[in-house]
């Protein structure tokens, strides 16, 4: 069931991103990285590495209660 606090999600890897045409470079406190593009998505998710970049020039990460889903599943993913 979708509500505002249960989203669900896929996952796209680099390899399947065919060019950059799909990606944009966006700026957050100086440190550019590499966005995919999907204006209908609910949320945006970063990797590890972006984030890295982004916690060194002090962006701190806040408490959701929102719970993201795999494409067609009950199950939420758990936040590592």
């Known amino acids: 069931m979708w509500t505002s606090a249960n989203l669900h999600t896929f996952v796209v890897n680099k390899s399947q991103i065919a060019d950059r045409l799909t990606t944009a470079a966006v700026t957050i406190n100086g440190v550019e990285i590499y966005m995919l593009i999907d204006s209908g998505a609910s949320v945006n998710v970063i990797n590890n590495n972006s984030f890295q970049k982004l916690h060194a020039t002090g962006v701190m990460l806040t408490h959701t209660r929102v719970r993201l889903f795999p ?10």
């Not at 494409?71 to 590592?80: H, R």
Request: hydrophobic share 30%.
């Open 71 to 80: 494409y067609s599943s009950n199950t939420p993913l758990l936040a590592s």
